[in-house]
């Protein structure tokens, strides 16, 4: 999976917890990139970055937040999960092409 | 605007027939298409991309076609196998994103019959 880690692999956690997922890359690779995919909506960006402390918003973004302090570290927040936030989160890794994805995370909220 | 559209939903092919997925798009700034193959409970997979000053690509038994005046695309599996069952997903993007900021289609669950 091209260098890169996502834990945890499955979580289940309450409606209102705060919640980080992480993404390791060991390719040194520029862009780190966080979608989420549900059923029948394919893939979608949360947040992406292009560089250390820089971050910037994807198409839904509302309700997380992510931080990139080391070139290969991209942590997701779910500052007070919802249900709606129940869903398979990919980290994915980009250099000067294609995007290379990880394993994902599958997240419950209950 | 943002959107990639992709059909059918789903495909059942038999074994060693043609498996074809179209998408289509509105973006015209976009000039990078993959296609992502992926298998329950794994990541998509690159399985071959192209970019808008060709018309077609081909990797093996899979074969991408363009048509940027249509603003169409399609993805077709040639002598499809059972192991090509999987999930096949088209995506666009412009190229200054470097490839991975990416509008996805909705997904195509494949399944070819033995």
């Known amino acids: 999976d091209a260098g890169i880690t996502q834990s945890p692999r499955h979580k289940v956690t309450e409606t209102g917890t705060p919640v980080t997922l992480r993404c390791h890359q060991t390719e040194n690779h520029r862009y780190m990139y966080w979608y989420r995919q549900d059923p029948g909506h394919g893939l979608r960006l949360i947040h992406y970055?292009?560089?250390?402390?820089?971050?910037d918003k994807g198409e839904v973004s509302d309700g997380y937040s992510v931080s990139r302090s080391k070139t290969e570290d991209f942590l997701l927040t779910l500052e007070s999960a919802t249900s709606s936030q129940t869903s398979v989160y990919f980290c994915?890794?980009?250099?000067?092409?294609?995007?290379?994805f990880g394993q994902g995370t599958r997240l419950t909220v209950v | 605007q943002q959107q990639v559209k992709q059909s059918p939903q789903s495909l059942i092919v038999q074994k060693g027939g043609i498996s074809i997925i179209n998408c289509a798009y509105e973006?015209?700034?976009?000039?990078?298409f993959p296609w992502y193959q992926q298998f329950p409970g794994k990541g998509p997979a690159l399985l071959i991309a192209?970019?808008?000053?060709?018309s077609e690509k081909k990797e093996g038994r899979f074969t991408i076609s363009f048509n940027k005046s249509a603003k169409q695309f399609s993805l077709h599996i040639m002598d499809s196998q059972p192991g090509d069952s999987a999930t096949y997903f088209c995506?666009?993007?412009?190229?200054?994103?470097?490839?991975?900021?990416?509008?996805f289609g909705q997904g195509t669950e494949l399944s070819v019959k033995p």
């Open positions: 973006n015209t700034a976009f000039d990078y």
């Open positions: 994915a890794i980009s250099g000067q092409g294609a995007a290379f």
């Open positions: 192209i970019r808008p000053d060709v």
């Open positions: 995506a666009a993007s412009m190229a200054r994103y470097q490839g991975g900021k990416l509008i």
């Open positions: 970055s292009y560089g250390v402390k820089d971050t």
